[in-house]
T-cell receptor, first 113, second 112 residues
């Protein structure tokens, strides 16, 4: 079936470096994507989203890139800080329903001081 | 601004006991509401969603049920808990467009 997956389950970076978290999706009909950050013991927190009619969107220290040709989504975090340590999930709305998101398995980002 | 609440924050229940988790949303009307379960170190599994009072859609057959007695209240229940029901339960809401979802703080359920 259709799914959203991540290339890397864990990522360790040094404080101040840039981080890139990747996500592959298989449903070409997906028209909306979200990145969430989940700190230990807390609910996921919205970071940034992108619609399928865009290939790049920037927020504060974060950038999401969408490559529809290869069905790939990435989250770039600039100047990674210890507070960025968390699990990051990508999610897609598959277009067929406005009510459901399909979540990837998550990537654990660890920032070393 | 909108706020979503869940309680209790943590719960330890014996196998075979009933369950009731509550979620409420403030600052919005007619939200879409969702219940997810997250096993340790895993992703989010959608259990139920609701687009209006009394309207519940189930995603996974199991011994859990959901109800929406009021516009901004969503309840997750079980008559008899199983060990496999342990996990982190998350409630979320979205507006009429249904895209972006906002999550509550979660309930950590341990079935012993």
């Amino acid at each position: 079936g259709e799914s959203v997956g991540l290339h890397l389950p864990t990522l360790s970076v040094q404080e101040g470096d840039n981080s890139i978290i990747n996500c592959a999706y298989s449903n070409s009909a997906s028209d909306y994507f979200i990145w969430y950050k989940q700190e230990s013991g807390k609910g996921p927190q919205f970071i940034i989203d992108i619609r399928s009619n865009m290939d790049k969107r920037q927020g504060q220290r974060v950038t999401v890139l969408l490559n529809k040709t290869v069905k790939h989504l990435s989250l770039q975090i600039a100047a990674t800080q210890p507070g960025d340590s968390a699990v990051y999930f990508c999610a897609e709305n598959s277009g067929g329903s406005n009510y459901k998101l399909t979540f990837g398995k998550g990537t654990l980002l660890t920032v070393n001081p | 601004s909108q706020t979503i609440h869940q309680w209790p924050a943590t719960l330890v229940q014996p196998v075979g006991s009933p369950l009731s988790l509550e979620c409420t949303v403030e600052g919005t009307s007619n939200p879409n509401l969702y219940w997810y379960r997250q096993a340790a170190g895993r992703g989010l599994q959608l259990l139920f969603y609701s687009v209006g009072i009394g309207q519940i859609s189930s995603e996974v057959p199991q011994n859990l049920s959901a109800s929406r007695p009021q516009d901004r209240q969503f309840i997750l229940s079980s008559k008899k808990l199983l060990l496999s029901d342990s996990g982190f339960y998350l409630c979320a809401w979205s507006d009429g467009s249904g895209y972006e979802q906002y999550f509550g703080p979660g309930t950590r359920l341990t079935v012993t």
